[in-house]
């Protein structure tokens, strides 16, 4: 992949954890694709030892290829902010 | 003319001084200082209609009259000329003359309202040039051209003492201004868009200790015009030093259970923007987390948004020396303050879920949402409750369907619910009464969301809790009805039978339990279940809490408490929501569970 800031659009956090929490190997496997994409980044890795979960800098464009590639295995969502009601 | 004092006009409609926003009469004979900031008045035109075999009234006629009412001033008589027979109406006579007069608003649109037939009565409207026309097109605020406009003002106390930190917002043609003010209680607010006779409003929000305040059509001068706020002490007698207990605990009947029923033994969470322990009422709380700083173990006292202190304050406030303003349902629950805000995000909400379950919470009050989804959350939250830890979540103030987490059917959901007369008519509160949604003095405030998730309601209007610096604010909103039921989820856990030792295993089964036990002390108000779920949980109606005060869940179990039976209140005669209510009835067990197993899964 080589989508970046200016074709991509504005980065935005996305968090990112496994679908089945204990296999980290498709974590694993996502912060591999992340280091090709151009202007991506791990904002901080989070969760329980057993439940791994990442934040990262990403396009939302290269979110949506990111979860065409690894949607069945690791749900990639928008860290959305929260508002205190 | 109308007087905005707000010593005159701020009151509230009850009379009960313990808890309502009626002025307290003993401080009456206080000094008082003559703000500078009146209504403004406005500019009506009143003539003559012609109508075809009537004969038009005299303009003589229509300046007497106008003449004769003490509060209306007349300006000027304009007799328009060169029209003939273009002008409506046309024909012999003319435009007939036009009397030009100032009066309040409210007078003026009295006198539109009951003028005959045969004369017009229309305000004298501002005319603005052909540019501001395209806001009526697009609806849409834009900055309007043109040189900002200082608006000078100064927010003072009942005795004139200024108010620092108090934050003043301008509302003009274009976007509203905003400002702070300083250690003389002043502030200049720059708006855009046209002259002072174009602010529409000024809203004024204290620091803290005085109720807020709304100025209408203000007449503002040049110089520095002077807005004054009335002290929570004018209106609750012996504010802050003497016992006081909000109308929403009062509402729950906190007031009438055995006083020893305290929350000790139950741990609380509290997801929220931290909470500053210094205040005299929440030395108790001394543990914490905050999320937004590297999970600090300290940071979470420092609370720059008040929010987190204000819900602590209705949770678990403690009588405290001369302080005695608030009383928290839980004032010997442990507390934990997980700090998320500012700029809490899914991440850190799911760490402070985490972190939850890790310390073995029993209750989670949640005052936050989101617009957006979270799988991920929505996963923490059934972990959550699997574990034993109960949330309570707001509904949201969007006015609109339940928001995020609050839509889940793992969590309990709360909406707001507001009663009339316990706050000044002139405060931003007022602004939450929507006419068509009052039953008797309850009301659903028009921020609420709504929806089938919404499992119960709490006082949501008008809360006055504890906020940074030792002081106390009244504020709105769901997240100020969810501490309600978070405090009462407390003592129940607590100190009701249900919850006693082999129950105390924190699992699914017992926030089951616990939301069926708050489900069934329901008193529904309003008769509309979208937005009040099955009502207010009332303490009084908690079998097996208020017959037999328990010292705390150490004590030996009695015999296993029924469920209860939801119950229902008397609607308010000619209520918008009659047709909804549900006569006043019980529901055999069985069937209650059904209904909320059904809600829960979001079938209904």
Redesign the interface.
């Known amino acids: 992949m080589t989508d970046n800031l200016a074709t991509g659009g504005s980065s935005d956090?996305f968090?990112v954890?496994g679908r089945s929490p204990s296999d980290t190997s498709h974590l694993t496997a996502f912060e591999d694709a992340l280091k090709t994409i151009a202007g991506a980044s791990i904002v901080?890795r989070?969760?329980?030892p057993d439940?791994p979960?990442l934040?990262v800098n990403l396009t939302s464009r290269d979110a949506e290829q990111l979860k065409s590639r690894f949607g069945t295995a690791l749900?990639i969502?928008?860290?959305?902010?929260?508002?205190?009601? | 003319m109308a007087d905005n004092n707000a010593s005159d006009n701020s009151s509230g409609k009850g009379a009960n001084g313990r808890g309502n926003a009626a002025p307290n009469k003993t401080d009456a004979a206080s000094p008082t200082v003559e703000p500078t900031v009146k209504a403004r008045r406005s500019r009506f035109l009143v003539a003559a209609r012609p109508l075809p075999g009537v004969q038009p009234m005299a303009v003589d006629a229509i300046a007497t009259t106008l003449n004769n009412m003490p509060d209306v001033q007349i300006i000027k008589q304009v007799k328009p000329s060169g029209f003939g027979a273009l002008s409506a109406g046309g024909g012999g006579g003319g435009m007939p003359e036009i009397v030009v007069a100032e009066m309040d608003p409210a007078r003026g649109a009295a006198l539109r309202a009951s003028a005959p037939p045969n004369v017009i009565v229309e305000h004298d409207a501002l005319l603005r040039h052909a540019d501001d026309l395209s806001m009526a097109f697009n609806n849409a605020m834009t900055m309007q051209p043109g040189i900002g406009i200082d608006v000078r003002l100064r927010v003072a106390g009942a005795n004139g003492q200024p108010l620092p930190k108090a934050t003043v917002y301008v509302y003009g043609l274009g976007f509203p201004g905003q400002g702070v003010t300083d250690d003389k209680g002043e502030v200049t607010v720059t708006v855009f868009g046209g002259p002072l006779e174009t602010i529409q409003a000024i809203y004024v929000k204290p620091m803290a200790n005085y109720w807020d305040r709304m100025f209408e059509r203000p007449a503002l001068s040049d110089g520095i015009n002077t807005l004054q706020l009335q002290p929570f002490a004018a209106t609750f007698q012996g504010f802050p030093g003497a016992p006081y207990v909000g109308w929403g605990q009062q509402l729950m009947k906190l007031d009438q259970i055995d006083p020893s029923l305290t929350g000790q033994g139950v741990k609380v969470g509290i997801i929220?923007?931290g909470c500053d322990s210094s205040h005299p009422q929440l030395t108790h709380v001394t543990r914490g987390m905050d999320f937004t700083n590297n999970k600090d173990g300290a940071s979470w006292t420092r609370d720059t948004?008040s929010?987190g202190t204000h819900c602590a304050g209705i949770i678990t406030a403690a009588l405290s020396g001369q302080m005695k303003a608030v009383r928290g349902f839980a004032p010997m629950a442990e507390v934990h303050a997980l700090k998320?805000?500012p700029?809490?995000?899914?991440?850190?909400?799911?760490?402070a879920l985490?972190q939850a379950i890790a310390r073995g919470l029993d209750v989670v009050n949640m005052?936050?949402?989101?617009?957006?989804q979270?799988?991920?959350v929505a996963h923490k939250l059934i972990e959550a409750r699997q574990n034993g830890v109960a949330c309570i979540v707001?509904?949201?103030?969007a006015s609109g369907p339940v928001?995020f987490p609050g839509n889940q059917p793992s969590v309990l959901t709360v909406s707001a619910i507001g009663k009339l007369g316990e706050f000044p008519d002139d405060s931003y509160h007022a602004r939450t009464v929507v006419p068509n949604m009052v039953a008797g003095a309850m009301f659903s405030p028009r921020f609420t969301c709504f929806g089938p998730q919404v499992a119960v309601a709490g006082p949501g209007v008008a809360i006055l809790s504890t906020v940074p610096g030792g002081g106390y604010a009244a504020w709105d909103?769901?997240?100020m009805a969810?501490p309600h039921i978070t405090g009462m989820a407390a003592l129940l856990l607590a100190h009701h039978p249900m919850f006693r030792d082999a129950a105390k295993t924190r699992n699914e089964q017992r926030v089951s339990q616990l939301y069926q036990l708050l489900a069934s002390a329901g008193v529904r108000y309003l008769g509309d279940p979208t937005r009040e779920g099955v009502g207010v949980p009332d303490l009084q109606r908690v079998a097996g809490l208020s017959a037999a005060p328990q010292a705390g869940n150490m004590a030996t179990a009695s015999a296993a408490p029924s469920l209860g039976n939801v119950s229902f209140g008397v609607p308010f005669q000619g209520s918008p929501f009659a047709n909804a209510f549900l006569q006043p009835q019980t529901i055999h067990p069985a069937l209650l569970q059904s209904f909320l197993q059904m809600r829960n899964a979001g079938l209904i």
Do not use: C, W, Y
């Open positions: 956090e968090i954890a901080s989070g969760g329980r439940q979960h934040v749900i969502e928008r860290n959305a902010k929260l508002s205190p009601f | 929220d923007s948004m929010h998320v805000f700029g809490g995000r899914f991440s850190d909400l799911i760490d985490d005052s936050l949402g989101s617009s957006e979270s799988e991920l707001a509904a949201g103030n928001q909103g769901t997240s969810t």
